[in-house]
């Protein structure tokens, strides 16, 4: 896995299906396994802050048959976010023989990290994987996490995403199923929007839909995940996270963050109350409830110490590459974002009424 939330859900479903240490079954993010290999195979210690040179060592270890361990199979989730190279390390360590596996899941259009670029998927941009694996593709039709209400608002996002992108020329819809997040049958669920708020009414608003949501509806708070894209901004001085808990506070209402340095403040699998997380570390999880807010800087171009926000797909397409692509990982997010959502989603934005994002969000209103 990526982040360490996700490790930790696979772990519990691991102990619930009945799995031991005996099983040989190792669950992981891939910067822990890189940094666990070379510490016990190579007796090198590295704290992740020199991950990339413990990636060197295992590479040139694996390369010079330094290391003898592999895997009868390896299963990557969310690998639109891994680096090819990533892939190519984990392809060295498995077995050789028919009989092994190499699975990856992931959606291309939750690549937050643009790891894919025009016309090839981040998988299809590794050296070691044989050619002949990268036409192995399946196509999830059936969806399995959102109601119907969700997986159409989604699908709707989707579509009006990638044929903007493929106007501004940034990706070709030809070269990939990538337009549909499958199919849900299951009715009863929920999408609200609540748009144009004013960023100096942040907390009051939220504050009134956590309430309403907790006192009104008789929500769990633990059913709830508070998702943001950054916990804060300090460009635009814009606080999300910190107005969140003081709001939560002044309530009483118990939460816990799992959007820390390592993967998660608090456990995902256990505590209780409201979950704050940030986008990033709800990758691959999903909530009965979601509160999607912060997303101010979102409408904004951001590079080093300048920015711009988007007043136009017009405007975007006479922009320079770099620029396109930080643009549509702010859409990914979104997206992304609204797709941890099992029953239940709400949207309090605080974008500009006149910006292409803000169209993103409404569509199908």
Sequence with gaps: CFNNNLSQSYRFRSACSGFTDSDNLYISTFH???????????????????????????????DNKKIQLRFKAI?????????PRWLDICYKLLQEGDNSIFLMAGDINQDLKNMSRKGKAVWQLTKEIPS?????????????????EICDYINNQLKYMNEKISEVGMISLKDFEIGTSGESNSIGGKVERDLNNKRVDFKKNFKA???????????????????????????????????????????????????????????????????ITTIDSALGLDFNTVILTGLYPLQYVIKDKSFYKVKSWTELKEKEE???????????????????????????????SNTPINDFIKMGM
């Design 322 to 352: 770099s620029d396109k692509e930080i643009y549509l990982s702010n859409l990914r997010k979104i997206y992304t974002a609204c797709s941890r959502a099992r029953e239940n989603l709400y949207i309090l934005s605080d974008l500009d």
């Design 132 to 148: 002949n694996f990268r036409g192995r593709v399946r196509y999830i039709s059936k969806n399995y996490r959102n109601k119907k």
């Design 209 to 275: 839909k956590i309430l309403e949501l907790i006192q009104d509806k008789k929500v769990d708070p633990s059913e709830i995940a508070v998702i943001i894209p950054y916990k804060q901004h300090l460009r635009f001085k814009y606080y999300p996270l910190s107005w969140i808990k003081s709001a939560l506070d002044e309530e009483g209402i118990q939460y816990r963050i799992i959007c820390g340095d390592n993967g998660g403040a608090s456990n995902y699998i256990n505590g209780e109350g409201v979950i």
């Design 75 to 83: 299963f990557i989730d969310e690998v639109q976010i891994f680096q």
């Design 32 to 62: 822990k396994v890189v940094l666990d290999i070379v510490r016990d195979v190579l007796k090198k210690r590295y704290t992740i802050n020199d991950f990339d040179k413990a990636l060197d060592d295992l590479e040139n270890a694996i």
